[in-house]
C-alpha cells in the first residue's frame, strides 16, 4: 500500500518544492496550508508521516504537533518539523513538541526525501503489525 504523507505549509512555493523532491516516490502526497486543516486533515487521513512548517496561520505547527500526541493515534506518527527559526533554543522546543526530526530552511531536496525515506522505515520496524489494526 502507499505510503501517505501530510505536507502542511503555508507557502506555495515550499509546497511545489516538497511535493517535487518526493514525487520520483510512490507517495500518496497530502496537503494542508494551515494548523486547522492539518489537524483535520490528519484526524481523517491518518497519514504515515508528516512534514510540519512550524510557521503556520491560525496554530502553529508545534502547537499542531502537541495536539496530534494527545490523540493515540498519531502518538508514533512521524513528524518532521521544518522552520527557518535559527535562534538558540529552537531545536530543543521543536523536539519538545514532539517532533521527531527537525530540518531547517531553505529545505535541502536531497537531505529532506532521504530523511523521509528513514523515518518510513524505521515506522515500519517499530510498528510491523500496527497497520491492520488501528481501525479495530
Ligand atoms: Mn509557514
Known amino acids: 500500500m ?15 518544492l516538497i511535493e517535487m523532491t518526493l514525487k520520483s516516490k510512490n507517495y500518496t502526497l497530502l496537503k494542508a496550508t494551515d494548523g486547522e486543516e492539518a489537524l483535520d486533515m490528519a484526524t481523517r487521513e491518518r497519514p ?3 512534514i ?6 491560525k496554530m502553529n505547527g ?3 504537533t502537541r495536539k496530534l500526541r494527545e490523540n493515540p493515534t498519531f502518538s508514533h506518527t512521524p513528524v518532521i518539523g521544518v522552520t527557518a527559526y535559527a535562534m538558540k533554543g529552537d ?4 523536539l519538545e513538541s514532539g517532533c521527531d526530526a527537525y530540518l531547517s530552511k531553505p529545505i535541502n ?7 523521509v525515506a528513514k523515518m518510513l522505515s ?13 481501525f479495530v
Open 2 to 16: 502507499k505510503e501517505k504523507i501530510l505536507i502542511v505549509e503555508d507557502n506555495p512555493q515550499n509546497v511545489r
Open 48 to 50: 504515515d508521516l508528516i
Open 62 to 64: 508545534l502547537e499542531v
Open 91 to 94: 531545536r530543543e522546543k521543536v
Open 109 to 115: 531536496t536531497r537531505e529532506l526525501p532521504e530523511v
Open 122 to 134: 524505521q515506522q515500519r520496524k517499530i510498528t510491523p503489525d500496527l497497520k491492520g489494526d488501528e
Open 52 to 57: 510540519m512548517d512550524l510557521r503556520l496561520p
